[in-house]
């Protein structure tokens, strides 16, 4: 075996290895995604044909205030109605800059979303993630959630008015990392990464709650 054949069989070594490694994975997420649906139909959830349409109807509260991605992907989308209005659970991805040599890297989202009724445009964000806004809205006669989030929007008195205790207590209780985003088209839970096996279990009964707080908080 010559010098030159010795010196690339690490690196051939190396591809095998990753083309292995690529198929298992991709292997992985294929089952994922099917044993998603099952729970989630299980659940008495409908999967989106569409999950990209579905994904671009509620793009407005996905993202923090005035910042919007133009290359996400679609993933998977499942619909149901909870008290006459439209919900969805999504997962979806997409491409960060920030990578080796100017490469991006793939962030995996989730979220709970409920359509109607109108709400402040604010956005509820925890602290330890996320740095201070420019102009927070305190909370201050609640010092569990205002330990937890940065609270930022338009109009400062319409926002307290609507983050009522109960609304803030079921916020607290997700906390970090959860983020609360809401507007006229509705409200949105989200977060980084997949949705695990526990947490399909409860993700029917996250968002009857989320549609029942912030539906008394619209009454506010």
């Not at 099952?38 to 349409?53: N, T």
């Not at 109108?118 to 809205?137: N, Q």
């Not at 409200?187 to 949705?195: D, F, K, M, N, T």
Request: charged share 25%; aromatic share 10%; with cysteine.
């Amino acid at each position: 075996m010559d010098q030159l054949t010795i010196a690339l069989l690490p690196l051939a070594v190396a591809i095998l290895l990753m083309g292995l490694w690529m198929v298992s994975y991709e292997r992985r997420q294929r089952r994922r995604t099917a044993d998603l649906a099952q729970a989630m139909q299980r659940q008495g959830f409908q999967p989106v044909p569409d999950a990209v349409q579905t994904l671009r109807r509620v793009q407005p509260l996905l993202h923090p205030l005035d910042y919007l991605s133009e290359n996400e992907k679609g993933g998977s989308a499942f619909s149901w109605n909870v008290g006459g209005r439209d919900a969805f659970f999504l997962e979806w991805s997409y491409d960060s800059p920030g990578g080796l040599h100017g490469s991006s890297f793939q962030v995996d989202q989730r979220a709970y979303v409920t359509l109607g009724p109108g709400a402040p445009y604010l956005r509820a964000l925890p602290k330890v993630i996320f740095g201070k806004p420019a102009s927070p809205i305190g909370i201050d006669e609640d010092g569990a959630f205002s330990r937890t989030f940065w609270v930022e929007g338009t109009d400062r008195e319409a926002i307290r008015r609507y983050l009522g205790p109960e609304l803030r207590e079921f916020l607290v209780v997700r906390g970090n990392p959860w983020r609360f985003h809401a507007g006229p088209e509705g409200v949105a839970l989200v977060c980084r990464g997949r949705a695990s096996s526990a947490e399909t279990s409860r993700i029917r009964a996250t968002l009857e709650r989320l549609a029942t707080v912030t539906e008394a908080a619209a009454r506010r």
